[in-house]
C-alpha cells in the first residue's frame, strides 16, 4: 500500500495501524513487476500466480484489487500473442470472439467460429482465486479469520519482501502446489462447516 498524507510514504509495518485508523488497501497488478512477483500476463512461473495475487490480497487485508485492463488486444492480431509491453499477453484476460462485434471486423482466427468474449484460462484463474478471497473472507466474519490466515500460511508468504527502505527476501514468497492450495480450501471450509456456516 502507497499512500501519500502530507507527503510521507507507509510501508508494509505500517499497513496493520493504517488499515485499523479507516485507510483501505487495494491491489494493483500491471506490467511493472517481472519474476519472482506474480502477474497476470501469460509468462508466469507456473500459471498459479493469478490465483495466489487474491489469497495475498486477502492476507495482506486488501479490500479491492485493480487490473488496468481485459482486452487490451492488438487490433491486428487480438488472439495474440499480445506484445505491445514487456509481458506477453498483459492486459488481456478475455479474446473476442466472432467478427461481429463492437470490435469487427477483428475477432477469434477465421478459421474459428466461436461467440465471444472468449475467457482466458487465466481468467479462470482469478476468478477461481476471487471465489477462495470469499472463502476466506466468510471465515473472518465468523470468528475464523485466525484458523483461515494460518492455512493460507501455508501457501502464502507474501507477495514481495521489500520495504521502503529495502528487501530481506524470505526462503518463499508463495507456493502454488495445486494439491496444498485444495488442502488449503478444504481445511477453511471443514473449519466453517463446522461451525455451523453453510
Known amino acids: 500500500m502507497t499512500q501519500r498524507t502530507q507527503e510521507r510514504t507507509y510501508g508494509r509495518a505500517e499497513w496493520p495501524s493504517r488499515l485499523l485508523s479507516g485507510s483501505r488497501m487495494w491491489f494493483y497488478e500491471s506490467i511493472a513487476q517481472e519474476a519472482p512477483y506474480p502477474g ?28 488496468y485492463s481485459v482486452t487490451q488486444w492488438e487490433r491486428a492480431n487480438p488472439w495474440g500473442p499480445n506484445i505491445s509491453f514487456p509481458k506477453t499477453g498483459d492486459g488481456v484476460l478475455i479474446y473476442p470472439g466472432n467478427h461481429d462485434g463492437a470490435w469487427g471486423p477483428a ?15 487465466r481468467l479462470k484463474t482469478v476468478r477461481a482465486g476471487m471465489q477462495d478471497w470469499a472463502l476466506f473472507q466468510l471465515a473472518e466474519t465468523h470468528g475464523l479469520g485466525a484458523q483461515a490466515r494460518a492455512e493460507v500460511s501455508r501457501a502464502y508468504n507474501q507477495l514481495g519482501g521489500c520495504e521502503w ?9 508463495w507456493k502454488t502446489d495445486h494439491a496444498l492450495l485444495a488442502d488449503v480450501r478444504r481445511n477453511v471450509a471443514a473449519a466453517l462447516m463446522a461451525a455451523g456456516v453453510h
Open 107 to 121: 475477432g477469434s482466427p477465421q478459421t474459428v467460429a466461436i461467440d465471444g468474449p472468449v475467457p482466458s484460462l
Open 40 to 67: 497476470f500476463a501469460t509468462n508466469t512461473l507456473d500459471a498459479g500466480e493469478p490465483r495466489i495475487m487474491m489469497w495475498g490480497s486477502w492476507y495482506e487485508g486488501a479490500s479491492g484489487f485493480l487490473y
Open 165 to 173: 527502505s529495502g528487501c530481506s527476501p524470505p526462503a518463499w514468497y
